[in-house]
């Protein structure tokens, strides 16, 4: 088991590991599966023209014309204003951003770890784990790590991280055009990306692993069965 497999237990390290842009995805469906979890009210009211024009889908913004040459310029120049978070700032001082999100959320939809694409961030301290009555368990110092990753989350204007991500659909497509994918649209690699850190199941409880000699392996068969994405 690599420490990327179960690092994703936390539920924070989605965000770093799509760059801040895979959260765009959260963004696009949150509103939709919100309304599908609320029970709905039902109430007769008479229609009318105002009361139906709201029920429309509401257009996505248009694409700008951006070449992937010039998107890490523009990026960083539309991206500042999303969060006022410095950790943010220095993560969009990295180079070669959108083809860095193409591909690993691509990984991540194939199952495979993005963790090559991730050079931006780099974890203050090693995975550790502590020994209780002869077993070992993930130490909760070992999630802290990614704090910052929520943190940053929080400082985001989720409305302009949407925004931004339909902008610059054409050099998101470019980079994916890039990665070996010509003719494909790269949004349903997206939404699959999603489909699978959401197959990771939130645990509350502690832990367990079992040592190896470089490494550990989870205790429960379904966390050791995850994808390495």
């Given amino acids: 088991m ?7 237990l936390t ?18 469906i949150s509103p939709a599966r919100k309304v599908e979890e609320e029970p709905l009210k039902v109430e007769e009211i008479k229609p009318t023209e105002e009361v ?20 890490d310029r523009r990026l960083r120049e539309m991206a500042r204003s999303l969060s006022l978070h410095p950790q943010f700032a220095r993560w969009l001082l990295t180079q070669d951003i959108i083809q860095k999100f193409v591909a690993t959320v691509n990984n991540i ?12 961030f780099k974890l203050p301290e090693k995975f550790k784990v502590i020994k209780k009555n002869g077993r070992f368990y993930i130490d909760p110092s070992s999630y802290k ?7 940053v989350l929080a400082s985001l204007d989720t409305e302009g991280c949407v ?10 497509q470019a980079a994916y055009t890039e990665l070996g994918y010509p003719n494909q649209d790269f949004h349903p690699v997206l939404l699959q990306a999603i489909e699978e850190l959401l197959a990771v199941p939130v645990i509350e409880e502690e832990i367990e692993v079992v040592p190896r000699v470089t490494s550990y392996l989870f205790r429960r068969e379904d966390l050791e069965k995850l994808s390495d994405a």
Avoid at 11 to 28: E, K, P, Q, S
Avoid at 145 to 151: G, H, I, K, P, Q
Avoid at 163 to 172: A, N, S, V
């Fill in 11 to 28: 539920g924070t390290i989605i965000i770093v590991l799509l760059v801040g842009a895979l959260l765009i995805y959260f963004l696009v």
């Fill in 2 to 8: 690599e420490e990327s497999k179960k690092v994703f």
């Fill in 109 to 120: 939809a194939q199952g495979q770890s993005p963790r090559p694409h991730l050079d931006f």
């Fill in 145 to 151: 790590r990614y704090d910052v990753v929520a943190d």
């Fill in 52 to 71: 139906e024009s709201l029920g429309e889908k509401e257009p996505h913004p248009q694409a700008l014309e951006i070449s992937l040459a010039e998107s």
């Fill in 163 to 172: 925004r931004l991500y339909w902008q610059f659909q054409k050099p998101i």
